[in-house]
């Protein structure tokens, strides 16, 4: 084999294996960059407010003073409570899924959605709960 | 102050408290003794040899101690010693005994403890087939064990607390009950019941999930430990071969453990599927895939030795990849962007403190020996069966990648102060990019088999794969008619994963001559096919068949607000969906549970309905920790039919109630002529008015002023009749008088005209007997779901086939 034809060939495997690696970081800012541009923000009420066609992640806790109103034979789909966010900001929010299991029971809630007018329109909710994972105080009972 | 408390059993604590010690400092001294041992040029030495036997019997010890440890934390799980925190926090009396292993580990020092528990048993297999690989490769695993160990340890150094220890925490001394008044009486113990088990957790699947996936983690310890060891002896070859076995036993077991995850969040959780994209998923799979990355990359590094530094950097990675989930789930930075929700005994710390070690000791020991890892020589051929395999894993990187730069929104958000929130739409975003990888994983799949080592003949290979290609496209056709698939991203899916599955097939019953003995790799890879059709199918088809059609529609609000899913069903009432036409037929409490029982029938060609089966999904009522809801999935061959109640009244009411003659509050409705009233179980309509009442019917004056509303009602019965509540004005009062229909249990009054509008008000109540008992539920199917589950099976069969293969040969 002429010395030659031995460069020309390594050069040529070079060509694969920078193409592969050009390839690979490409895909991977690519990545990078949906991942930022897809993400939503987490936000108050005023900044969702301001930017009313714009979703959001809200997080907040339930107003326990207010009522919830939750009819089913109305509307199986609609949910309304009062959220303080962690700013002080009340607002109405509507969200618009059945009502969650032990609602009443979260200590902190976020929700995701739109400002419309006054109000939020929440399309989905998490929820975290004490109760489930760390609160519970000893207390007296008869189990024993 | 010194009170004497009655019944405190303390000395199970201070046996457990002991071994942990015990633990901590022989897996520190098995870990010196075997780097001394790895330290002598030859393991023959007698200095080596001497080292090597303090560091074995250390490792004894230290695994006998660790024995100890969980023996200890059963008996006071199993004995209900409520005095000590853990016991407390993680079961009550009441709780079946089966759930024991769960109370075990659902604590942050019991999941730890499982993860050291399996590294004491693969250490000790390690002791045995090591060889000259012994003392390094035990180095590094009792390292890990020092770390592990030191998370359970739970004292204070300064004012840093290092580790939680179960044993040594009394619920009396812990610092948010210390001022309980329960605590004041001696005789607390007789009067304390745990709090009990998260009820999440009381399922069968949460029984064998959680040890199979640590064990799958404690699995990528031991390529990480050959690796290191490999850079460290100098030898980037030859730790290649023992560790190949250990890196698909993983794969094989990690894997496991994921889809047992999968089938728990299916049966037992709510979110309707059986993997959300959720954080804690996603840290358990990004090791998954690189793992996989790993062992296939040193498959082909016997046959060619160029992809050296991608082994080692796949290997490693795995193994860092591991520590970094379990930094992300435990240490609760993930906060508000997951559902699972760990608590945060703050060891963030030591945590990171473990995760940086080894991440640190393996760029190291790269940077060290980057000459090691140059090879000269030519590049692999395009056409050969290492070059698709490197591509392969490098998908897999970049996947794993892309699932792990989302999954650490949260710590982007806290190093750069930044307030990114995940995707709305997290499910649809990261199918947008994962949907790609696995076509381009799957075509690589189907035809890597067939291209040989080194270089081979394009023509021969399409050749070959012609007849699997023919009938992927066959069956691609066919599938995506009748399934009605429309988008292009998983029409190239389903072929993909059909041409993946066909061409496994056809390797193994014309290459293979249908003999399994050889056979591993193609059935994993055939099983690896199933499941992507499952995955596809069963998500992608996925009906809510639930769909609440009757109220305004939601997209005319906002498009993303179309989430009509839940619909409501009084007991009694039939309603369609889909195929199906769906009865309530009302609950039962059992224990503490409240089951539905939902009925499903079909239509028959008569036009009858036919019973068709029946699902009961539940509520677990538990005061304490809130009640949880459990859905009911029947299963079919083609299909699943997933059916959860999402809100429901949980009250069960006597039969006197039911019986009763209380009625609701009367509700005022203003009304014109046509408009309808909706009661709980009939439908009233306005229809007119009549002034020539028949006055001495109702014992009413000539001068008396009556009028009749006439109301059409529908009941639920399908009974139709007239109401005609009475406006009366006599003497210038207002004398309504009421209307009462006994079969229907309807109250009506008719007290209000108002001449302007020409609007009436009528106030109407209920029996409150004849308000029906109702759910709110979710119906969904899940077609094709069943290809998954037996994917899952014939993959892990595969990958079982394809390790004893490597052992008898090596």
């Given at each position: 084999m002429a010395p030659g034809h031995l460069s020309q060939k390594k050069c040529k495997a070079m060509k694969k294996i920078q193409i592969i690696g050009i390839l690979v970081i490409a895909i991977a800012i690519g990545a990078i960059l949906a991942s930022l541009s897809s993400s939503s923000t987490y936000a108050d009420f005023a900044e969702a407010k301001a930017h009313p066609?714009?979703?959001?992640?809200?997080?907040?806790?339930?107003?326990?003073?207010?009522?919830?109103?939750?009819?089913?034979?109305?509307?199986?789909?609609?949910?309304?409570?009062?959220?303080?966010?962690?700013?002080?900001?009340?607002?109405?929010?509507i969200l618009h899924k059945g009502k969650p299991q032990d609602f009443e029971h979260s200590e902190q809630i976020v929700i995701i959605g739109k400002c419309k007018g006054e109000d939020f329109h929440a399309s989905d909710i998490l929820m975290k709960c004490p109760s489930k994972y760390n609160d519970g105080k000893p207390m007296e009972s008869n189990a024993k | 102050m010194n009170t004497q408390f009655i019944g405190e059993r303390l000395f199970p604590g201070q046996?457990?408290?002991?071994?942990?010690?015990?633990?901590?400092?022989?897996?520190?001294?098995?870990?010196?003794?075997y780097l001394y041992a790895s330290k002598e040029p030859s393991e023959l030495d007698a200095v080596s040899l001497s080292w090597k036997k303090l560091g074995r019997l250390s490792f004894r010890v230290h695994s006998l101690s660790v024995a100890g440890i969980v023996g200890t934390l059963f008996y006071m799980l199993y004995g209900h010693l409520f005095e000590y925190e853990y016991v407390w926090h993680h079961s009550n009396a009441s709780m079946p005994m089966r759930y024991i292993l769960s109370c075990f580990w659902e604590g942050q020092e019991g999941s730890f403890l499982l993860w050291t528990f399996w590294h004491v048993v693969i250490g000790n297999i390690l002791i045995k087939t090591g060889k000259t690989w012994e003392a390094p490769v035990m180095t590094i695993v009792s390292s890990v064990q020092v770390f592990l160990v030191s998370m359970l340890l739970g004292v204070y150094i300064f004012d840093y607390k290092i580790g939680s220890n179960p044993f040594t925490v009394l619920l009396r001394q812990h610092p948010d009950f210390g001022g309980i008044p329960l605590f004041q009486n001696p005789n607390y113990l007789a009067k304390l019941d745990g709090r009990g088990l998260n009820p999440l957790l009381q399922n069968y699947w949460m029984t064998i999930h959680p040890p199979t996936l640590f064990l799958g983690f404690a699995l990528t310890l031991v390529p990480f430990a050959y690796a290191i060891a490999g850079l460290w002896k100098k030898k980037p070859d030859a730790w290649q071969k023992p560790a190949l076995p250990w890196a698909f036993l993983g794969v094989m077991v990690l894997g496991t453990g994921i889809l047992m995850g999968g089938a728990w969040a299916y049966e037992a959780l709510s979110f309707g599927g059986f993997w959300a994209w959720d954080p804690v998923e996603n840290s358990s799979l990004v090791p998954w895939l690189t793992l996989v990355g790993s062992a296939h990359v040193m498959l082909i590094h016997k046959h060619k030795g160029q992809s050296l530094f991608t082994t080692f950097f796949l290997t490693f990675i795995t193994f860092i990849l591991v520590l970094y989930s379990t930094f992300l789930t435990r240490s609760g930075i993930l906060g508000t962007t997951s559902v699972h929700a760990f608590t945060d005994l703050g060891m963030s710390g030591q945590l990171l403190l473990y995760l940086f070690f080894y991440m640190i000791l393996a760029i190291t020991l790269l940077v060290m020996n980057r000459k090691l890892l140059k090879r000269t020589g030519e590049e692999e051929a395009l056409w050969s069966r290492e070059f698709w395999i490197f591509l392969g894993s490098l998908v897999l990187l970049i996947s794993s990648f892309h699932i792990m730069f989302n999954t650490s929104l949260p710590v982007w958000n806290k190093l750069f102060g930044l307030k990114m929130a995940p995707a709305t739409n997290a499910i649809e975003f990261y199918n947008s990019w994962q949907v790609p990888f696995a076509i381009l994983i799957s075509l690589l799949i189907s035809t890597g088999q067939f291209l040989k080592y080194k270089n081979s003949d394009i023509r021969l290979v399409a050749k070959k794969l012609i007849l699997p290609f023919g009938a992927a496209i066959l069956l691609t056709a066919g599938i995506a008619l009748f399934m009605n698939l429309d988008q292009i991203f998983y029409i190239a899916l389903l072929g993909s994963s059909l041409f993946c599955i066909c061409a496994n097939a056809d390797y193994f019953i014309r290459v293979l001559g249908g003999k399994p003995k050889n056979a591993g790799a193609s059935v994993a890879h055939i099983g690896f096919g199933l499941i992507l059709l499952g995955v596809l199918l069963s998500t992608s088809k996925k009906e809510f068949i639930s769909v609440n059609n009757t109220v305004a529609n939601l997209e005319g609000i906002d498009k993303g607000l179309s989430n009509s899913r839940n619909i409501l069903l009084q007991v009694g009432d039939t309603l369609q969906m889909g195929d199906y036409f769906v009865t309530y037929k009302g609950k039962q409490k059992t224990g503490i549970n409240i089951f539905f029982e939902i009925e499903y029938y079909r239509k028959q060609a008569d036009g009858k309905l036919k019973y068709d089966f029946t699902l009961r999904p539940l509520v677990q009522v538990n005061a304490q920790m809130g009640?949880?809801?459990?859905?009911?999935?029947?299963?079919?061959?083609?299909?699943?039919?997933?059916?959860?109640?999402?809100?429901?009244?949980?009250?069960?009411?006597?039969?006197?109630?039911?019986?009763?003659?209380?009625?609701?509050?009367?509700?005022?409705?203003?009304?014109?002529?046509?408009?309808?009233?909706?009661?709980?179980?009939?439908?009233?309509?306005?229809?007119?008015?009549?002034?020539?009442?028949?006055k001495k019917k109702y014992n009413l004056r000539d001068s008396d002023i009556a009028i009749e509303a006439v109301f059409k009602v529908f009941d639920a019965k399908k009974n139709t009749y007239t109401a005609n509540p009475l406006y009366v004005i006599s003497r210038n009062q207002v004398e309504p008088v009421e209307y009462v229909a006994p079969e229907s249990g309807l109250?009506?009054?008719?007290?209000?005209?108002?001449?302007?509008?020409?609007?009436?008000?009528?106030?109407?109540?209920?029996?409150?007997?004849?308000?029906?008992?109702?759910?709110?539920?979710?119906?969904?199917?899940?077609?094709?779901?069943?290809?998954?589950?037996t994917g899952c099976m014939i993959m892990i069969i595969g990958t079982a086939l394809a390790i004893v293969q490597r052992l008898r040969r090596s």
């Open positions: 066609g714009s979703e959001f992640h809200v997080v907040g806790k339930l107003d326990k003073n207010k009522a919830t109103v939750y009819d089913p034979q109305a509307d199986a789909n609609i949910f309304t409570f009062f959220m303080v966010d962690n700013g002080g900001t009340e607002k109405k929010v | 046996l457990g408290n002991a071994f942990v010690l015990l633990a901590f400092v022989s897996a520190l001294l098995s870990c010196i003794a009640n949880v809801a459990e859905p009911d999935t029947r299963h079919f061959i083609q299909k699943d039919i997933y059916t959860h109640v999402t809100y429901a009244n949980l009250e069960i009411r006597d039969e006197a109630a039911q019986n009763g003659n209380e009625y609701t509050e009367p509700v005022n409705h203003v009304m014109a002529v046509g408009d309808t009233i909706a009661a709980s179980n009939s439908l009233l309509i306005l229809e007119g008015f009549n002034t020539s009442v028949n109250k009506l009054n008719f007290w209000k005209i108002n001449p302007e509008t020409s609007k009436i008000e009528i106030t109407l109540s209920e029996k409150k007997s004849a308000k029906r008992d109702f759910i709110v539920m979710e119906a969904i199917v899940f077609p094709c779901i069943n290809l998954l589950w």
